[in-house]
């Protein structure tokens, strides 16, 4: 493909190839996705950067806290008790329970940077799971 005349020396002949720029080589699919952490077998994907999976080391903690409720079928009653019998009805915004919640902090660290990311999780199988998963990605860093 000429763009001018033959004798300018800016031309490109047609017999030149203009080589192509490289393109960065996909990692692969995700096998592994953990919240916000994809993992695929060269790369960690985070929302802050890709970290390399050859090396990276992964810790997980959770945390977990009781928190004392009033039920909603109490706050139910309460109103419609009210009508009924005013002082009685209040009684049931005194019953309680607990409900108990929980994070799980996972922390990726491959080199010199690192990622933090917080779960919440319902119960402790959803915990169990994660942890299940981190020793999956745990054997494939080792590889």
Same mark, same amino acid.
């Given at each position: 493909?000429?763009?001018?005349?033959?004798?300018?020396?800016?031309?490109?002949?047609?017999?030149?190839?203009? +080589?192509?720029?490289?393109? +960065?080589?996909?990692?692969?699919? $995700?096998? /592994?996705?953990? *919240?916000?952490?994809? $993992?695929?077998? #060269? $790369? !960690?994907?985070? +929302?802050?950067?890709?970290? +390399?999976?050859?090396?990276?080391?992964?810790? /997980?903690n959770d945390y977990w806290?009781?928190?004392?409720?009033?039920?909603?079928?109490? $706050? /139910?009653?309460?109103?419609?008790?009210?009508? !009924?019998? #005013? !002082?009685?009805?209040?009684?049931?915004?005194?019953?309680?329970?607990? %409900?108990v919640q929980g994070t799980v902090q996972l922390?990726?660290?491959?080199?010199?940077?690192?990622?933090?990311?917080?779960?919440?999780?319902?119960?402790?199988?959803? !915990?169990?799971?994660?942890?299940?998963? %981190?020793?999956? /990605?745990?054997?494939?860093? *080792?590889?």
């Amino acid at each position: 493909m000429t763009y001018s005349s033959p004798g300018d020396p800016w031309s490109i002949p047609a017999s030149a190839s203009v +080589p192509e720029p490289a393109m +960065p080589q996909e990692p692969g699919p $995700v096998i /592994v996705q953990i *919240a916000e952490i994809g $993992v695929t077998s #060269t $790369v !960690v994907h985070t +929302p802050a950067g890709d970290l +390399p999976l050859a090396g990276s080391q992964w810790l /997980v903690n959770d945390y977990w806290f009781t928190q004392q409720r009033t039920p909603r079928w109490a $706050v /139910v009653a309460a109103i419609v008790g009210f009508c !009924v019998l #005013t !002082v009685f009805s209040l009684l049931f915004l005194l019953i309680k329970e607990s %409900v108990v919640q929980g994070t799980v902090q996972l922390t990726v660290t491959s080199g010199t940077r690192q990622y933090v990311a917080r779960i919440p999780v319902p119960d402790q199988a959803a !915990v169990t799971a994660i942890n299940q998963q %981190v020793n999956y /990605v745990r054997t494939l860093a *080792a590889l």
